[in-house]
Structure formats: structure tokens, C-alpha cells
């Protein structure tokens, strides 16, 4: 009986290893065809990756000489105006900050003044019982961009014909529009997905609530889409400074009509 017993335990534990196996080797190969579709390389290349995964998270204590970072100013905060990426403002192809580093030693870049920021951001929404902030994405150069918006070109093609490049720009920005060149700001998430039900979350209730406290604004608001032109994105924040973002929050304004009221005054 006992002999019978292990034999059946062991046919059963072959049994799962072979279909964690065959569900693993499956994915692989769901990846490695829609990204064949996408015209994307699954191998990192100028920073970018198809499933930017493994998410950074970040476990420091937000006090200036406890991050890790050098930054120890505030040179973003300080400008009278805060740069304005998008469509009809747009970055050169060969447009890098020089402060970028590492966000928690992960592949995620940011400038140092934004890293710190986010640092504390992230720290606060834990200690306030939001769980942990994982970085999907951040700094991204003109080349992965390019990638980017040319893959959902292809993939709007059959569907909208000659609008396929002002449709895929919705939802992907065109080369040198997107604020991820900018190395300002992040998509941030507290799982590996990026959803507009993220809002519904205790984290992202929290980060609409209090990002400006911290120097960030969600960038694409809800309400906003007809001047962004982006759709809702309550996950992708961007850093101004707490003197920009407080009066952005408090007037429920998006970044083009802060730009153009700074700018008439």
C-alpha cells in the first residue's frame, strides 16, 4: 500500500513539473510571437525591454543622505516653467539629461532630483498602508520610443487604415513627444500592469491625492484628453516640483494650461 502510494505521489509531482514546463514553454512562445507582430525585440536594447519586468520597487528611507542618490538640490523645482513634452512640443532625437541614474539598482532610469522625489513619494504611500510602488517604466531614449509608436502603428493598420498613426498616438507617443525622454517621469503601478482601474486602488487613490504633496502630477488626466490628447492615465506621473504640482492639483488644471498661463502672464 505504502509502495502504491509513492509511486502515485510521484506520477502526480511528474505530472505538475510537466505542465509548469509546458505552461512555461507556451508563454515563451506567446511572447516571442506577438512580439514577432509587434516588430518589438524581446532583447534589452537602449534601455527598453518588451515585458519591462522585473518591476523596481523602492525600500529606502527617504532622508537626503539615505537614498543613495547624489542629488542634493532642487535645479527642476527652481524653473519658472516647467517643460512641456507632447506632440507639438518635442524633444531632438539626441536629447538626454545628464543627472539619469539608476532607480534602486534597477534597469529604470530617472534624474536624480525625480528619483529622490519618487523616493519619498513611495515611501509615504507605504508608511500611509498603500502597499509597495513598483516602477514599470521611466527614462526611455528616442530610439525605444520609435519602436514604440511603430508597433502600434502596425498594429492599428487593419483597423483604421490611414488614421492609424493619429490613433496609435493616443495611446503611444510619437518619437521625441513622449515624457520619457525626459527622465521626469515614471509609470508607477502596485502590481506589473498598467490599467486605468489603478485609480480604484488604495495606491492609486492615494498617489491622485497626494503626488503633488511630493512634487508629481498625474499627467493625463481624466477630463483632460481633449487638450493632452492622451488617453486617461492615472498611473504615469510627472515631476515639477511641490510649488508647480500644488497649484496644478488645487486648480485641477493639466500641464498645457499651466505652460500657457505661466506664459501669458
Not at 5 to 10: D, G, Q, T
Not at 170 to 196: F, I, K, W
Request: proline share 3%; hydrophobic share 35%; with cysteine.
Amino acid at each position: 500500500m505504502n509502495r502504491f502510494l509513492s509511486v502515485l505521489i510521484f506520477l502526480c509531482a511528474a505530472g505538475t513539473l510537466l505542465s509548469v514546463s509546458v505552461y512555461h514553454d507556451h508563454e515563451k512562445q506567446r511572447e516571442a510571437e506577438l512580439a514577432e507582430k509587434l516588430n518589438i525585440s524581446l532583447k534589452e536594447d537602449d534601455g527598453f525591454s518588451f515585458t519591462e519586468i522585473p518591476a523596481a520597487t523602492a525600500p529606502f528611507v527617504p532622508e537626503l543622505n539615505g537614498t543613495g542618490y547624489n542629488y542634493v538640490g532642487t535645479n527642476i523645482a527652481e524653473e519658472e516653467i516647467p517643460l512641456l513634452v507632447n506632440e507639438y512640443h518635442r524633444l531632438d532625437e539626441d536629447y538626454e539629461a545628464d543627472d539619469l541614474v539608476s532607480w534602486n539598482g534597477s534597469e529604470y532610469r530617472l534624474r536624480e532630483e525625480v528619483c529622490y522625489f519618487l523616493n519619498c513619494l513611495a515611501v509615504a504611500a507605504e508608511d500611509d498602508g498603500c502597499g509597495t510602488m513598483n516602477v514599470l517604466s521611466a527614462y526611455r531614449p528616442y530610439s525605444s520610443q520609435e519602436r514604440l509608436y511603430t508597433a502600434r502603428v502596425n498594429l492599428f493598420r487593419s483597423r483604421y487604415g490611414d488614421q492609424a498613426e493619429v490613433e496609435a498616438a493616443r495611446y503611444v507617443m510619437y518619437p521625441g513627444a513622449s515624457e520619457h525622454q525626459t527622465g521626469l517621469c515614471a509609470d508607477v503601478s502596485n502590481g506589473y500592469t498598467l490599467t486605468t482601474g489603478f485609480v480604484r486602488t488604495k495606491l492609486g487613490a492615494w498617489i491622485r491625492d497626494h503626488a503633488h504633496e511630493y512634487g508629481f502630477i498625474v499627467r493625463y488626466p481624466k477630463d483632460k484628453v481633449d487638450i493632452t490628447k492622451v488617453t486617461y492615465e492615472p498611473w504615469h506621473i510627472r515631476y515639477v516640483g511641490v510649488k508647480h504640482a500644488t497649484y496644478i492639483y488645487e486648480h485641477g488644471l493639466c500641464l498645457e494650461e499651466y505652460v500657457e498661463m505661466l506664459e501669458n502672464q
